[in-house]
Nanobody, 126 residues
Framework: QVQVVESGGGLVQAGGSLRLSCTAS????????LGWFRQAPGKEREGVSCINWNGGSTDYLDSVKGRFTISRDNSNNTLYLQMNSLKPEDTAMYYCAAKQTWHSIRCGNGDVFPYWGQGTQVTVSS
């Protein structure tokens, strides 16, 4: 059974930064494509950023390009999302998701990812 656990959320002022982390266990970490998704109250889930097994391919939501950076450290079984220049509209529950594949992957709405964490709240105040 794959377990996915996020951390690093919190409250930050607009213009500030946060770094989210995610660990996944139960399958070889290097066999996993990983992604960050978010869902705000009353809105549909959206894919923020995704990364393939070795970090060679990434995908970003247009509204976060240039502000967010996804990365992974396979030696430490950890996925990161560095979020800079945060805006109030980035406020949401952020989820980490995993899929066992060596192919490049696009986030979409996350339906292709079978394994999910419980989420970490990010709140950006204006």
């Amino acid at each position: 059974q794959v377990q996915v656990v996020e951390s690093g959320g919190g409250l930050v002022q607009a213009g500030g930064s946060l770094r989210l982390s995610c660990t996944a266990s139960g399958l070889p970490f290097e066999d996993l494509a990983l992604g960050w998704f978010r869902q705000a109250p009353g809105k549909e889930r959206e894919g923020v950023s995704c990364i393939n097994w070795n970090g060679g391919s990434t995908d970003y939501l247009d509204s976060v390009k240039g502000r967010f950076t996804i990365s992974r450290d396979n030696s430490n079984n950890t996925l990161y999302l560095q979020m800079n220049s945060l805006k109030p509209e980035d406020t949401a529950m952020y989820y980490c998701a995993a899929k066992q594949t060596w192919h490049s992957i696009r986030c979409g709405n996350g339906d292709v990812f079978p394994y999910w964490g419980q989420g970490t709240q990010v709140t950006v105040s204006s």
